[in-house]
């Protein structure tokens, strides 16, 4: 399986970047680890080829006053080892079922962001974090939150002439405490569902704010504020009817040969109350040691 | 803001490139194993297939060419990757190692010598990959538990299920080397044999004619071990004089070859050209270089070195020695050695095959010879013919010879 011929092209800034996008006719290239397939089994023939790694503005992850913020060519393998990234647990949680190591070294955290595939773990991160993706284009620059920056499956607000520049994640706060969980038929492969959760509690231990993001259940990541799901009690027991009545609403994949839409929402109840408890257990945990 | 510690910012970041057009060919520089080494290659050719194809380094095997099996993972600035989502355009500069570089047959790596002690190798498609990834693993991770070694390892699949041994075997050298394995024991330099074109992916030298600027103006060899070693003792009719006036003559003695034609004499005993060889489905024409590097008419001894490359992507390169000595009955016992390096199509072969091959070759060109030295000319098996060498026939090829009377053919063929 080889790829169809394409050019080739690395600039040296982002103002190159956009200018060899401009048109339309360029790809960018930024880790290849979801490109590369689809180029070899013809899938898509753009072309150019615009390689993104030679932008030194793109190159870095820097802790600023907002969050953790990841240039595009930052390589998701960095971020795993990077000790800034500790500012967000659930990066730390949800990187080491991106794929395998071998794919980590290569593939960036944009580039998952970009190519939107509604299995994939860190656009669910980015979705129930509320992470903001900053976009260059022929229009300027923009920031989009991360919930309606995945329009659907492989599709984003990102237009072909457009870059994503950066993704800045929230750092966790005093009294926030994080879950995350997949099943997929073997390590490292795509989820067949998929939950994150932020669980928020005050000063005197009660949830404020709880927000869960599924993945591998619908078209793109599916965020919900699940607040008032703590109504019915804090264990993983008390919480299952009320994440069994949310899968029915939340998984509406149709499913496939790895698994149906039933099984799909099975696991969706199961995880969701689990990793919900398992948040709020955190963030009390959290709440004394701040 | 906080500036990133190193594991982000100090990754290597390429250099800019200009846009390289489709059908276009551009010089990537990258250090290989230790070596450097320059490839010419097409923007859509991978990094597996420039290894294979082009630096004849056809350990890392290729399964699904789209990043799902791990039969292609090397270790690329010093972590895992796919080499088969990786195309050589982007690898300007980068610090490559595969499974050549992790140890040699007579010193191998310590995860080498695990997985045959532990029975983690059965047909041995999957090992490559396997030990470049665990390598990276014992690299990153240390402290790896034996727990773990399943999830870590997911990334290469076995198809014959050597999974036991395999990971037994890797948990066997994270416990032998607790702060980390010992790096690669192979990576040094020698010369890889680079060739000038994309290979089998479309743009490159056109069919037929190699470019005469591909070939150099000296042949040199690489440093490394020859792909197969060649050695054809044969005894001869005529006297040893007669030998070694064929021998001085270098377009007789080239003509003594099957399949090969002079086409240029070049100063400092210096020559080019051409030899056809068809095996099967298989058809290589070499334009080559041959270079004599010594020559001792007492101890009737010749020494040169050859380079070839097809136009299909085969390049070959040898070391050959031939010595006459007197032989029973006022004959002579010619023989010949030769360090057979091979790379590209003609490599994958296999040693067994290509060394078969080339023996075959020594054996028709001793009976040349010795015609040659007798009747100071050539005939079968022809001048700038092209040789027909079908395999399985050794017997009815020195069955020919004998038959022909040009003496008795005593070969013995040694692999590296
Ligand atoms: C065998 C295998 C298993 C995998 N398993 C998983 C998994 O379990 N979970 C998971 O999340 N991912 C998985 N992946 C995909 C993952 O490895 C990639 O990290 C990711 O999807 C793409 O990142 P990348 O940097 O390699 O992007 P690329 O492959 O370079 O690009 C992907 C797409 O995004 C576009 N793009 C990239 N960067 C930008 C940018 N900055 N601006 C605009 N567009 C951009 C590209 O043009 C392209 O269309 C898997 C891949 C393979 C091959
Ligand atoms: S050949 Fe590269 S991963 Fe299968
Ligand atoms: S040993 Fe045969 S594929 Fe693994």
């Keep these: 399986m080889k790829a169809a011929p394409f050019a080739y092209v690395r600039p040296a800034t982002l103002d190159d970047v956009l200018a060899e996008l401009a048109g339309g006719d360029g790809k960018v290239l930024a880790g290849g680890q979801s490109l590369v397939p689809v180029l070899a089994m013809r899938l898509g023939r753009p072309g150019t080829l615009v390689d993104i790694t030679a932008v030194p503005a793109l190159a870095s992850a820097t802790v600023e006053k907002d969050g953790y913020r990841v240039g595009a060519a930052v390589r998701q393998r960095a971020v795993e080892h990077d000790p800034a990234a500790r500012a967000v647990p659930l990066i730390g949680m949800a990187m080491p079922f991106v794929g395998h190591r071998e794919l980590r070294s290569r593939g960036t955290v944009c580039g998952s962001l970009a190519h939107a595939d509604p299995a994939a773990e860190l656009p669910a991160v980015a979705c129930c974090l509320d992470a903001r993706v900053e976009l260059a284009g022929p229009a300027g620059r923009r920031t989009v939150p991360a919930t309606e920056f995945v329009t659907g499956a492989m599709s984003t607000a990102a237009g072909p002439e457009d870059l994503v520049v950066s993704v800045t994640f929230p750092a966790a706060a005093a009294g926030e405490g994080y879950g995350f969980a997949e099943i997929a038929r073997r390590h490292g492969d795509f989820a067949l569902a998929g939950v994150v959760t932020r669980v928020r509690v005050g000063p005197g231990g009660a949830v404020t704010d709880a927000r869960l993001t599924g993945f591998g259940v619908s078209d793109r990541p599916v965020t919900r504020d699940v607040t008032g799901l703590f109504d019915a009690g804090e264990t993983e027991h008390d919480l299952r009817p009320a994440t069994a009545a949310l899968a029915e609403e939340v998984v509406d994949t149709g499913g496939d040969t790895h698994g149906s839409t039933g099984y799909r929402r099975r696991l969706f109840g199961v995880l969701a109350a689990r990793e919900l408890s398992r948040g709020l257990r955190r963030a009390r945990d959290r709440r004394e040691t701040a | ?221 690489p440093s490394g071990p020859p792909s197969a070693v060649v050695e054809v003792t044969s005894t001869l009719r005529s006297p040893v004089d007669r030998v070694w006036t064929v021998l001085n003559d270098f377009d007789l003695l080239a003509r003594c070859l099957p399949g090969a034609r002079l086409t240029e004499v070049l100063d400092g005993d210096r020559y080019r050209g051409r030899a056809t060889v068809a095996l099967g489905p298989v058809k290589l024409s070499f334009d080559g270089l041959a270079q004599v590097v010594e020559r001792d008419p007492a101890a009737h001894r010749l020494r040169f070195h050859a380079q070839g490359a097809d136009a299909g992507g085969s390049a070959t390169r040898a070391d050959v020695v031939l010595a006459a000595e007197s032989g029973p009955d006022g004959g002579t016992v010619l023989t010949a050695h030769a360090d057979v390096h091979l790379t590209g199509r003609v490599a994958q072969f296999g040693r067994a095959l290509a060394g078969d091959v080339s023996r075959r070759m020594f054996e028709q060109f001793a009976a040349s010879v010795d015609e040659a030295a007798e009747t100071g000319s050539v005939t079968a098996p022809g001048r700038g013919a092209q040789l027909r060498l079908l395999l399985g026939t050794a017997r009815d090829t020195v069955g020919a010879l004998a038959r022909r009377g040009l003496g008795r053919l005593r070969a013995r063929l040694r692999r590296p």
């Excluded at chain 2, 036991?164 to 050298?173: E, Q, S, T």
Aim: hydrophobic letters at 35%; glycine letters at 12%.
């Design chain 2, 1 to 221: 803001m906080t500036a990133l510690s190193d594991p982000v910012s100090s990754r290597t970041h390429p250099a800019p490139r200009e846009r390289v057009a489709a059908d276009e060919t551009v010089e990537i520089a990258m250090t290989v194993n230790g070596t450097e080494a320059t490839v010419a290659v097409p923007p859509r050719a991978h990094l597996a297939d420039v290894l294979r194809e082009q630096l004849g380094l056809t350990g890392t095997h290729l399964g699904c060419e789209h990043g799902v099996c791990g039969m292609c993972t090397i270790m690329v600035d010093g972590q895992a990757a796919r080499a088969c989502l990786l195309f050589a355009v982007q690898c300007e500069g980068a610090d490559i190692v595969t499974v050549e570089g992790l140890g040699t047959p007579d010193d191998q790596h310590p995860l080498q010598r695990a997985f045959s002690a532990h029975h983690g190798l059965q047909c041995g498609f999957c090992t490559p990959g396997m030990l470049m990834s665990s390598y990276d693993l014992l690299r990153s991770t240390p402290d790896v538990t034996a727990e773990e070694l399943p999830e870590q390892m997911s990334g290469v699949l076995c198809r014959c299920t050597g999974y036991r041994g395999i990971l037994a075997a890797v948990d066997d050298v994270a416990q032998t080397y607790p702060d980390g394995v010992p790096g690669p024991k192979a990576c040094g330099h020698r010369t890889l044999v680079g060739r000038g074109s994309g290979g089998g992916s479309g743009a490159g030298a056109p069919a037929g004619e190699i470019p005469a600027a591909a070939l150099p103006e000296q042949v040199e060899l």
